[in-house]
């Protein structure tokens, strides 16, 4: 062990896939959600993983994410969630699936379609239904049944979908049922004209907590990495990245002796601190220093101490016996990213989608 590597360990992917169907009716198709590097892994990766699995379909935010896939090889469709303006002629090239989300986005596609002089493109649509992020309202369902009636030419409606805002938190219960009825009734309205359309609501907690919702395709992101966002499902799931590092330098600093930049830790009692390479330039922000982050060296909890520099943090090792050149765990099957984030008052989602493409990946299978 001689630098810091994030394995990707590809059996617990197919663990927490096969998990994840075995949620799901038989007939309902699952997106799999590798926008941001895949989560911070590696999105190429995750992805070839599961299209040997069988995943249907792939979800990607933007454009050029999309097109790393397909230059990857993937050959499922794609779902680019939020497609931008002048990457429409890349995404008709690549093939990719638009998410229109509102008249600008989708008057630019059906003139990028006349320019590309590509007839009958498959697109999705979004709508947006409580979260108040993207997408056409409810009321606007019978206009866009008109527009796309006036483009069936260019555009074919192959899905239909919206985004949950907190299907996670079951005091939200009320709110979620209200957005999913208001699907519901968008569902209904489109299906008497496009029955052989993709309707799409549930994220991974959606599977989770409200399956009567699948409709015909559901989406899922975070739980296919290892996390389920509730203590109960987190057992059934298993993180598929270990991020390891090693110690670099072992100083002890005797009472008084200050540590890292503006001395914002001083010793109070005779310290041991160990310096480990990666810091905020790999992701493990400035929020984890000063005792709100921690890592694990020999089965045992390492505190950070002062702040997090761009390269390196430091960690209390004062009552661990450990050696130079010792390998140290950030966040593992047994040191959970989930737990690290909520100590410093974040979520795993941030933690590990900020993984730096500058730390080596060791894929595990």
Known sequence: MCETILEIHLPNLRHNYHYLRKRLAPDT?????????????????????????????FGVAY????????KAGITQPILVLHPQEPNLQSLIEYKLTPGLYSQRILEAFIDALKQHETEMY????????????????????????????????????????SHLAASDDLKE???????????????????????????????????????????????????????????????????????????????????????????????????RTATLPLGHADGIGRIYGNGNGFVWIHGKKAPILGNVCMDMIMVD????????????????????????ANHAGTISYEFITGLSQRIQRKVID
Request: proline share 4%.
């Open 29 to 57: 198709k699952l997106l799999a959600v590798v926008k941001a590097f895949g989560y911070g892994s590696d999105a190429e990766v995750v992805a070839q993983c599961l299209s040997d699995c069988g995943v249907d379909y």
């Open 63 to 70: 454009v050029q994410e999309g097109i790393a896939l397909r």
């Open 122 to 161: 498959p697109v999705h649509i979004k709508f947006n239904t409580g979260l108040n992020r993207l997408g056409f309202q409810p009321d606007e369902t019978e206009r866009l049944l008109d527009l796309l009636e006036e483009n069936k030419k260019w555009i074919s409606l192959n899905g239909v979908y």
């Open 173 to 271: 219960d009320s709110f979620t049922k209200a957005q999913l009825n208001k699907f519901d009734v968008i569902a209904d309205t489109i299906k008497a004209v496009y029955p052989n359309t993709l309707f799409h609501v549930l994220n991974t907690s959606g599977v989770l907590n409200y399956p009567q919702a699948q409709y015909n395709m559901v989406r899922t992101g975070i739980s296919l990495y290892g996390y389920g966002n509730t203590p109960e499902v987190d057992i059934q799931l298993k993180p598929i990245i270990t991020l390891k590092t090693v110690i670099s330098q072992l100083h002890t600093l005797e009472e008084g002796a200050s540590l890292g930049y503006n001395r914002n830790f001083v010793a109070t009692t005779k310290t």
């Open 317 to 340: 090792v004062t009552n661990i016996e450990c050696y130079e050149g010792d390998e140290v765990i950030v966040i593992g099957p047994n040191a959970s990213a989930e737990a690290l």
